[in-house]
């Protein structure tokens, strides 16, 4: 048994990345034109809401929502008279912002570790990949039409 675990563990090692801070936030940005701060705030807190996490901060004015750690997976192992269980959970800060005649809309996912933030370490992009295509999709489907035009820059100037 021990073998096969080993095994996998070697067989699945090279499977994933963990992602620079310049790959999140990469892959946290995207920019809209004919989106007005409040319209995208409001948008980006109902595709969040939708996606199952608590809206804690919801900032219009300013252009900032928060979420609460929404627990994302539960493992648990253990051993002759033992047991323990890990729990991880992932929370989103978003930004938007104006500048000139587009709109910037930053995501930026925390992670938790039996609720102490683990953010620091990186996170695989097998995991948060996923999260940030449910997240995009979402914002595009609560989005109209003409406020789901995508400009190709998505840097962060």
């Not at 109902?46 to 994302?72: C, F, H, Q």
């Amino acid at each position: 048994m021990k073998t096969a675990m080993l095994s996998l563990s070697l067989l699945f090692a090279g499977c994933f990345h963990m992602l620079t801070p310049t790959e999140l936030s990469d892959r946290g940005t995207r920019v809209f034109k004919k989106v007005a701060v409040s319209r995208a705030t409001n948008a980006c807190a109902e595709a969040l809401e939708t996606l199952g996490y608590k809206v804690t901060v919801k900032d219009l004015e300013v252009g900032m929502v928060k979420t609460a750690p929404k627990v994302i997976m539960v493992s648990a192992s253990g051993g002759n008279g033992y047991a323990a269980m890990t729990e991880d959970a992932l929370s989103w800060s978003v930004n938007v912002k104006t500048k000139g005649n587009v709109l910037r809309v930053h995501a930026v996912p925390r992670g938790f570790r039996n609720g102490s933030d683990i953010s620091q370490r990186g996170m695989p992009d097998v995991v948060i990949d996923p999260k940030f295509n449910d997240l995009w999709n979402e914002l595009a489907s609560t989005l109209g039409p003409a406020e789901r035009e995508q400009l190709e820059d998505t840097s962060n100037d």
